[in-house]
Nanobody, 120 residues
Framework: QVQLVESGGGLVQPGGSLRLSCAASGIISGIHRMGWYRQAPGKERELVAANTSAGTTNYADSVKGRFTLSRDNAKNTVYLEMNSLKPEDTAVYYC??????????????WGQGTQVTVSS
């Protein structure tokens, strides 16, 4: 069984910073892609940033230059450093691990979500 455990959300003022962490636990042979999505009230879930095991990272245009995704393959963990936060960044942030290889095969997994609120 694979679980994604997220941490680091909270309330921050505009212009502030937060760091999200997501650790995948279980008997995992490898993870192709890990990253973060977000969903604001009344909106669809959207990609924020994701990284492949080959080292390719994709960012949403709205966060380029402000957010940085990093990954520790040995720990099956990704980190999202969020700087210069704006009120429009307010959302529930979800970690996703794609093409996770275990003894049972391959699958995709989501975290439970962590709230990020940017407000003065």
């Amino acid at each position: 069984q694979v679980q994604l455990v997220e941490s680091g959300g909270g309330l921050v003022q505009p212009g502030g910073s937060l760091r999200l962490s997501c650790a995948a636990s279980g008997i995992i042979s490898g993870i192709h892609r890990m990253g973060w999505y977000r969903q604001a009230p009344g909106k669809e879930r959207e990609l924020v940033a994701a990284n492949t095991s080959a080292g390719t990272t994709n960012y949403a245009d709205s966060v380029k230059g402000r957010f940085t995704l990093s990954r520790d393959n040995a720990k099956n963990t990704v980190y999202l450093e969020m700087n210069s936060l704006k009120p429009e960044d307010t959302a529930v942030y979800y970690c996703k691990a794609e093409n996770v290889f275990t003894s049972r095969g391959m699958g995709d997994y989501w975290g439970q979500g962590t709230q990020v609120t940017v407000s003065s």
